[in-house]
């Protein structure tokens, strides 16, 4: 698999940050970058799924974006120094393509379509903010469950993701027992299996129309995005 971002880019825009590229893979919940610290690397993933979350005081968390192979962490570390405002975790074991923020701050520099790249995706994760904020505030706990469901399998891109309830209620923002609550309720209806923290989609018709409209949202947005 390939980064979408890096896959787009002209040739010799791309040659800007080839030498420098390493390609690694990461386990499920390291955190690559915490709210707060400077971004040393800029991460493209080939695989998996990051989760973006912001940090209360108090160490509670909540998800504000994902981001797969259609994108990038730490991109405006190419228009300056950039201190993070949202803690980076491996959600699903993710394959990357990573390179230093200094080296790709050069390559920035000397990049219209680079610049570009960096300016247009910080827009793709503003906008999923917005939208899973929205969703959080207005939409029942089901209903954001499945959203967030078939965000990740899309990420994973298979119908089986490996996310235990505990991580679950987290990325939500809500209590355990809804998650468990929720997810009994989806595999009764035939929609989903769930064992051992492995969640696999049965009918990925049926739990679309159980999603708020929100899934449909970011999937339009992300379509019209170059």
Known sequence: MQNKLLAALPREHFNLLAPHLTTVSYPQNQILLEAGEEADQVYFPHSGMLSLLAVMRDGKAIETATVGREGVVGAMAGLGLYRSMVRCVVQLTVTATRISSAQFRKAVSGSE?????????????????????????LHPVEERFARWLLQSADRAENGTVSLTQELMAEMLGVRRTSVTEVAGKLQAAGMITYSRGVIKIVDRTALERVSCECYQTLQEHAARTP
């Open 113 to 137: 379509p680079l610049r570009n790249m960096c300016i247009q995706y910080n827009e793709v994760l503003l906008t999923q903010a917005r939208v899973t904020a929205a969703c959080n505030a």
